[in-house]
């Protein structure tokens, strides 16, 4: 028995030397692109100047391997425009002119999983898949087995149930399927994969590791998209619960009365919209729930650098991490020194943690101040991966090789904004969000929608409108912005 024990082990090890000697040779690294939701901005421990609450080890130890970016901008601040803008290396708005919610994925635009199956690439996504349309469909451009990926364990809406993962809890809910409110078995390639016991964000990094065990012919990429730290936030286990001082709440049940709104009693969006704001929860404990989701989250990233090391790909493999957009101001996380958060165009809403990590290749404890977007990750990934882009209207530049002083755009609803160099002109207002907002959360100086123009270098928390002292700034930005519009939306 021992021997054949034996033999075993020194099978795997061949296997996993086979691998990583067939990577190498292909002189292609691995690629792993770690998404996550709502991460406020003070809440990234590399930053010098993080809240000194979060203590998030993992996530650092990932950083500081490598280079994290202190002024990286996603191109929403929401969800589903940003998703299609780090997957395309393009402002959604170039095709979407509405800059709505659901900017979805044209045929004509290529994915960042299409661009390395070229060269030889095996491809998976795991988690959370959200281009605004198309949610909980198979059939369609917008899932991910349709632009590119190989394979898909994950959900299609902007959220998902953290607990409640079954066939049964699926059949027992009037409402199972809402574009945040959803529930039931995950979508699984052609199919469904249901999780009886469980928690989402540990099903997702067991599902990543068993994805790294798997032998390849080829090297891999693979996007993991947790849904943590976004709604529902009180959603966590016991023990990070226990660590900080908050009370469990019970999980929905299809047998309860509860009513909200306009949902019907005994719906699963009844339930999530009473605990996706503050009242049913105090402003003061969202805090407490949050750092419990980011403190679990954390360690399961810890469980994804493990695995990589224990199947000897970790110094192969080019390690992106970035959150979604800026930290929701309804869940208790700290944007700080930022103004506002999510669901508007002031820097909480769009200013996010980066980092990125490949052994030999970027010194670890890098800083880069320059600002960047996350529409360059897909540039970066294909330099990486030896592809010569020839894309012109790619927005995105590789982050191997920022450069200074060029024209990031934003559309968002009504709203807009420009940065080049130090300065940011935007019209940005409040009127994207409904709730009382979380005690962390920085209030903006106005919230109207006239022109407001920053020095975001020197005044990187927009206190100070410089609008009326610099009049011809602001038409050049506001002429910037006009002029990218008009030559650049409405190609597809």
């Known amino acids: 028995m021992t021997k054949i024990f034996a033999s075993l082990i020194i099978i795997l090890l061949a296997s996993n030397t086979l691998r990583s000697q067939k990577a190498t040779q292909n002189n292609l690294p691995n690629i792993l692109l770690i998404v996550v939701d709502d991460q406020g901005y003070a809440d990234f421990q590399p930053f010098k100047n993080h809240d000194t609450t979060v203590v998030i080890p993992n996530i650092s130890k990932l950083a500081n391997s490598g280079q994290i970016f202190t002024e990286a901008y996603t191109t929403a601040p929401v969800c589903s425009p940003s998703r299609a803008g780090i997957l395309t290396g393009k402002n959604q708005f170039r095709w979407d002119k509405h800059a709505s919610w659901g900017p979805g994925l044209p045929e004509t635009v290529k994915t960042i999983p299409e661009y390395l199956k070229e060269v030889g690439y095996t491809t998976a996504r795991i988690g959370k898949n959200d281009?605004?349309?198309?949610?909980?469909?198979?059939?369609?451009?917008?899932?991910?087995?349709?632009?590119?990926?190989?394979?898909?364990?994950?959900?299609?809406?902007?959220?998902?149930?953290?607990?409640?993962?079954?066939?049964?809890?699926?059949?027992?809910?009037?409402d199972p399927k809402g574009t945040s409110a959803l529930l039931g078995p995950l979508m699984h390639n052609e199919g469904t994969k249901s999780y009886k016991d469980g928690y989402l964000t540990d099903i997702l990094t067991d599902e990543a590791i068993q994805y790294f065990k798997t032998p390849k012919d080829t090297p891999f990429f693979l996007t993991l998209a947790y849904n943590a730290v976004h709604h529902l936030i009180?959603?966590?286990?016991?023990?990070?619960?226990?660590?900080?001082?908050?009370?469990?709440?019970?999980?929905?049940?299809?047998?309860?009365?509860?009513a909200y709104g306009k949902h019907k009693a005994g719906s699963y969006a009844a339930y999530y919209d009473k605990y996706s704001r503050a009242g049913a929860i105090s402003a003061s404990d969202?805090?407490?729930?949050?750092?419990?989701?980011?403190?679990?989250?954390?360690?399961?990233?810890?469980?994804?650098?493990?695995?990589?090391?224990?199947?000897?790909?970790?110094?192969?493999?080019?390690?992106?991490?970035?959150?979604?957009?800026?930290?929701?101001?309804?869940?208790?996380?700290?944007?700080s020194p930022l103004t506002g958060g999510k669901y508007a165009l002031w820097e909480g809403g769009i200013r996010v943690p980066l980092a990125l990590s490949?052994?030999?290749?970027?010194?670890?404890?890098?800083?880069?101040?320059?600002?960047?977007?996350?529409?360059?990750?897909?540039?970066?990934?294909?330099?990486?991966a030896g592809i010569t882009l020839t894309d012109n209207t790619l927005d995105g530049k590789s982050l191997l090789h920022p450069i200074k002083d060029r024209i990031l755009v934003w559309k968002w609803k009504k709203t807009w904004a420009v940065r080049k160099g130090d300065w940011k002109l935007t019209n940005t207002n409040e009127n994207h969000?409904?709730?009382?907002?979380?005690?962390?959360y920085i209030k903006?100086?106005?919230?109207n929608d006239a022109l407001k123009l920053f020095n975001v270098k020197e005044d990187p928390g927009e206190r100070k409108d410089l609008s009326a002292q610099y009049p011809d700034k602001v038409k050049a930005l506001e002429a910037d912005y006009n002029n990218w519009?008009?030559?650049?939306?409405?190609?597809?």
Not at 358 to 384: M, R
Request: hydrophobic share 30%; glycine share 6%.
């Open 131 to 174: 281009l605004g349309r198309n949610f909980h469909k198979y059939d369609t451009r917008e899932y991910p087995l349709k632009h590119g990926y190989d394979e898909f364990l994950g959900f299609s809406a902007h959220a998902h149930d953290y607990w409640l993962l079954s066939k049964n809890i699926e059949e027992k809910t009037p």
């Open 234 to 258: 009180h959603e966590v286990p016991q023990k990070y619960l226990d660590k900080y001082k908050v009370k469990p709440i019970q999980n929905y049940s299809p047998d309860s009365l509860m």
């Open 286 to 335: 969202l805090r407490g729930y949050y750092l419990a989701n980011l403190n679990c989250l954390d360690d399961n990233i810890g469980r994804i650098l493990a695995s990589l090391e224990n199947e000897d790909l970790i110094k192969n493999t080019l390690i992106i991490f970035i959150s979604d957009n800026g930290g929701s101001p309804l869940t208790g996380a700290n944007n």
């Open 358 to 384: 490949w052994p030999n290749k970027i010194a670890p404890g890098t800083v880069e101040n320059a600002y960047v977007s996350a529409t360059d990750i897909l540039p970066t990934i294909t330099q990486a």
């Open 433 to 440: 969000w409904k709730g009382e907002p979380t005690p962390l």
């Open 444 to 447: 903006p100086i106005v919230d």
């Open 485 to 492: 519009c008009q030559t650049n939306i409405g190609n597809y």
